[in-house]
C-alpha cells in the first residue's frame, strides 16, 4: 500500500469553527489531492497540489483553502466549518498529474480518510 | 448530464457468476481510464488502468470504445470478496491533472 496517512481520521466540529486535516505521504510523489464523497455526488476534488507551495483549485473549492510548505505533507483547511462540509474527506497522492508519460504516472492513490461532521 | 456515468445498481449476482459494468464519458477528448474499487467505509483502491487495446488482470477484464465512449469492466467467476463498489474514472484532456469519477456500481455477490 502506498504511504499516506491522514489525521485526524475522525472529527466532530461546531458550526463556525476551523478546522485542519493533514495529509501525509512518504511516497515522495510530486502531486497530492484532496476529495471529498458525499451521497449522490460521488468523489469531487477541492484541491489540488503539483508542488511544493503550488496549489489550485478543484470542482468543490468555496470554504476551503490549502497550504503544501513540504512535499509530505498537504492540509486542507476549512476557516469557518459549515454543516454543509460534514462528509468523508480522502487525500490522494500521484508521481504525475495527468500528461503523456503513461498511465501508471497519472494512477493516484488515496488516503484512509477523514469522517468530518459539523454539528 | 453528468461527465461521467455508470448504473448505480446494485447488481446481485451468485457466486462464480460473470458480471459486466459500463461506464459511459461525455467528454471525447479524454485521457486515461480507471477502474477503481471502494469497500464500504474505505477509500477507493486502483483496482486496473485501462488501456486502449484492453487489458485483463486474473478475473478482470477492462475495455475501452473511444468510438461510443465508453469503458466496460468485465468480472468471470465472481467471488463473495468481490462486492464492493466500482468506481469509473476518467482523465480529460482539458481538465488537466483532475480524475473525474463516476457515481459508481455497487456489486453484491451472494453465496
Known amino acids: 500500500d502506498a504511504g499516506i496517512t491522514q489525521s485526524p481520521r475522525h472529527k466532530v466540529t461546531e458550526t463556525g469553527t476551523p478546522v485542519t486535516l493533514r495529509c501525509h505521504q512518504t511516497e515522495n510523489h510530486r502531486y497530492m489531492y484532496w476529495y471529498r464523497q458525499d451521497p449522490g455526488h460521488g468523489l469531487r476534488l477541492i484541491h489540488y497540489s503539483y508542488g511544493v507551495k503550488d496549489t489550485d483549485k478543484g470542482e468543490v473549492s468555496d470554504g476551503y483553502s490549502v497550504s503544501r510548505s513540504k512535499t509530505e505533507d498537504f492540509l486542507l483547511t476549512l476557516e469557518s466549518a459549515t454543516s454543509s462540509q460534514t462528509s468523508v474527506y480522502f487525500c490522494?497522492?500521484?508521481?504525475?498529474?495527468?500528461?503523456?508519460?503513461?498511465?501508471?504516472?497519472?494512477?493516484?492513490?488515496f488516503g484512509p480518510g477523514t469522517r468530518l461532521t459539523v454539528l | 448530464r453528468k461527465e461521467v456515468e455508470q448504473d448505480p445498481g446494485p447488481f446481485n449476482v451468485p457466486e462464480g457468476a460473470t458480471v459486466a459494468f459500463n461506464c459511459t464519458y461525455s467528454n471525447s477528448a479524454s485521457q486515461s481510464f480507471f477502474w477503481y474499487r471502494q469497500d464500504c467505509r474505505k477509500e477507493p483502491k486502483l483496482l486496473m488502468s485501462?488501456?486502449?487495446s484492453g487489458n485483463e488482470d486474473g478475473r478482470f477484464t477492462a475495455q475501452l470504445n473511444r468510438a461510443s465512449q465508453y469503458i466496460s469492466l468485465l468480472i468471470r467467476d465472481s467471488k463473495l470478496s468481490d462486492s464492493a463498489t466500482y468506481l469509473c474514472?476518467?482523465?480529460?484532456?482539458?481538465?488537466?491533472?483532475?480524475?473525474?469519477f463516476g457515481g459508481g456500481t455497487r456489486l453484491m455477490v451472494k453465496p
Open positions: 485501462v488501456y486502449s
Open positions: 490522494a497522492i500521484s508521481p504525475a498529474g495527468g500528461g503523456s508519460r503513461g498511465l501508471q504516472y497519472n494512477e493516484q492513490f
Open positions: 474514472v476518467v482523465i480529460f484532456n482539458n481538465a488537466g491533472n483532475m480524475l473525474t
